[in-house]
């Protein structure tokens, strides 16, 4: 899968699980698997965490659009880390 | 567009975006679009959004400014720390935040000295539910700070 692709998945699918959080057949599967008090419980705290996807997506955004095009000159330009900066580290393959 | 510019634009976004989801002109915005029920649930769920937007803006900002996250010529990230004043700093500031998000009443008094009575009291609710984004991006900043990847992990060496 290109990178398009993954980002269609991975913005499509943030924003799906949102969507799903926020629907009613959600909270009333809950309840029925559950019973009404686990249910309605869990649904609640389920639903007041849609914070949670909605902070990804906007982090996700600054990610994509303005640190992946940050560049170690860039970094090594003064802009961010000037002082005492620590050898790179990859920290994704 | 530049870095610096697309730096602006994200954070300008956000930052409108807090009290613009709270305003009656947007509520009644969503309300014309959507229907009365529909654009009353899309306003209030946009308004509700607190950590959403703070705890974005304090994240990034620290993986920016203290972690130094960036992009490698091959196209993976890398980190580029800054060094332990940078990480001091971050972490008074985020204990700073904590006590005047935990101090609801305190702050909404000292803003009502300066501001509308209400407006004084909106901005300090709004505080008050930031914390959690606070909490967050400090666990993770502790965490960033306490669990680092052994000297071994990074390079993955080759399968052969």
Partial sequence: MNRWGKRVLFYGGTLAVVVLMCQDFVRRAHIAVLGDSAGGSLYSFVRTNVEAPISIIFIALYLDLVLGRRHASDVAAGDGPATDPAPAVEVDA | MNLTMRRVVWVAALVAAMPLSGWAGTYAGWRAVLGEA?????A????????????????????ELVYGLHRRGDGRWAVARRGGGAHILAYAGLLVLVAVCSAEGPVRDILQ?????DIGAS????????LEAVLT???LMLFLDLVRPGPFAHPTPPHT
């Fill in chain 2, 38 to 42: 529909a654009g009353t649930a899309m």
């Fill in chain 2, 44 to 63: 209030v769920f946009w308004d509700l959004q607190v950590e959403s937007y703070v705890t974005a803006l304090l994240l990034v900002g620290i993986l």
């Fill in chain 2, 113 to 117: 000295l300066a501001l509308p009575h």
């Fill in chain 2, 123 to 130: 901005v300090a609710h709004y505080l008050r539910r930031s």
């Fill in chain 2, 137 to 139: 991006v400090g666990g």
